[in-house]
């Protein structure tokens, strides 16, 4: 019979852990649910959550937490399979329920495949993803770095003629360490990984060294607030067109995230980390990448603002000659929450003079990796295709990322060429 209420644990002494084992499957059923897949067994007993409910939810959370709690305690006193069970099955609800939010800081590999050789992995990149409670939103890898990651390492996106890359928005910088894994060993190449979290900029400084990217200098991470240095290059009419007259919009991002708070503070571990200054860093760079930063009306200007900065003629020294022009790529995903930043973002773009659009593609994660696939079927065979397991890892991994992403790549024309 199903309880009124889930099994009151203060009074532990006379729960059964039987009647908790029922609730936990109950919650267990709702999680399956959640995420599309049905039983057809009837439960009759424990409590039913209804965990689409924010209220009842945490509720939930509080519960789970002190079942662990309990039941770890009873386990320790009687040593019985049901309390390990109780726990065990306790915290995996806990850990399903919360997301990424519930766990630490984790390291792990994404594969990443180059079009070479006869071997087709590059390897996997390793990554650094600090906890929620730390990088906020930067906590994980998302599937707009995996994306163009994915075509900059099999060249679909051939970056190896750009010598000065500089990615904004980092995160854990799956992508920043794939470009540093293509431009490695041609003179003069680097990456510059920026974020404004302390702790994304070590996360990043982590991936370059277990990608060996950093005691070489391919890859230097480096702090850069986007909101600071737009400031900067606004009141220093540092842009040398329209765009400095105009004043930037209040961000939202400082009603979140709390500058005074270790996570958004200047430094993390006893350290401070170093800083680009608009004068420094104008033209210094033939190459922008980004991806998933346009979540805020405010990023859209921003960012464009940046873009063009950062690509701008270049001063003597500051950037060697490359014989191409310097371009932005930069991958978004298509939230239905979100196509008003896409929108503004692009009307940005098209506002800047010196701007280009050369190329814009929509394509889910999953139709990216198909088609990249289908056009290897001539050098390799399907069996061996099949054989690669991180692969089929990753078409695994895709098919629950129904997301259209959007890349854009812009080239910067050079002073004689913009139409002012
Ligand atoms: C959605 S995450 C994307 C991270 C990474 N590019 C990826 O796709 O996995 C957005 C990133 O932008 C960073 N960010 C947000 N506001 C920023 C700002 N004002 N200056 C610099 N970075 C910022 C966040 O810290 C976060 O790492």
Same mark, same amino acid.
């Given at each position: 019979m199903a309880l009124v209420a889930p099994p009151d644990l203060d009074r532990s002494a006379s729960v059964p852990p039987l009647s908790v084992l029922d609730t936990l499957q109950q919650l267990t059923r709702a999680l399956n649910s959640q995420r599309g897949i049905s039983s057809d067994d009837k439960l009759s007993g424990g409590y039913v959550w209804l965990i689409d409910d924010q209220a009842e939810r945490r509720w939930c959370l509080q519960w789970l937490g002190r079942t662990v709690e309990w039941a770890t305690k009873k386990w320790i006193e009687c040593e019985s399979d049901e309390w390990e069970q109780v726990a065990e099955t306790a915290s995996k609800l806990t850990a399903e329920l919360c997301g990424?939010?519930?766990? +630490?800081a984790v390291q792990r590999r994404v594969a990443l495949w180059k079009h070479?050789?006869?071997?087709?992995?590059?390897g996997g990149i390793a990554v650094h993803e600090p906890s929620f409670v730390h990088a906020?939103? +930067?906590c994980r890898t998302w599937g707009a770095a995996i994306l163009l990651a994915r075509r900059i390492a099999r060249q679909? &996106?051939?970056?190896?003629?750009?010598?000065r890359c500089i990615e904004l928005g980092?995160?854990?910088?799956l992508l920043g360490l794939a470009v540093g894994c293509v431009l490695? +060993?041609?003179?003069g190449a680097s990456v510059t990984m920026t974020d404004y979290l302390p702790v994304l900029i070590q996360a990043a400084r982590d991936g370059a060294r277990s990608n060996g990217l950093l005691d070489n200098g391919t890859a230097v991470p480096m702090r850069l607030d986007w909101f600071e240095l737009a400031r900067q290059i606004t009141e220093q009419g540092?842009?040398?067109?329209?765009?400095?007259a105009i004043a930037l919009p209040a961000a939202s991002y400082m009603d979140t995230v709390?500058?005074?708070?270790t996570a958004a503070g200047t430094e993390w571990e006893g350290r401070v980390e170093p800083t680009l200054s608009a004068e420094e860093s104008k033209?210094?760079?033939d190459l922008v990448i980004a991806a998933?930063?346009?979540?805020? &009306?405010e990023h859209c200007r921003v960012i464009s603002l940046l873009a063009n900065h950062l690509l701008a003629?270049?001063?003597?020294?500051?950037r060697s000659a490359v014989s191409t022009p310097p371009r932005f790529i930069l991958t978004t995903p298509l939230r239905s929450t979100h196509l008003r930043e896409v929108a503004a973002f692009e009307a940005e773009m098209a506002a800047l003079p010196a701007m280009r659009l050369v190329s814009r593609d929509d394509s889910t994660r999953a139709d990216d990796l198909d088609a990249w696939i289908s056009s290897m079927r001539n050098e390799y065979s399907a069996a061996m295709l099949a054989s690669d397991q991180s692969l089929a890892k990753a078409i695994d991994e895709d098919a629950g990322d129904l997301l259209v992403y959007r890349t854009f790549i812009y080239e910067r024309l050079l002073a004689e060429a913009t139409p002012f």
């Open positions: 990424k939010s519930a766990s +630490g070479s050789g006869d071997l087709l992995l590059l906020d939103v +930067g679909s &996106i051939d970056i190896s003629m750009h010598r980092s995160g854990t910088g490695q +060993g041609l003179v540092c842009t040398g067109d329209e765009q400095s709390d500058r005074d708070a033209g210094a760079f998933d930063v346009l979540y805020e &009306i003629d270049a001063k003597p020294g500051t």
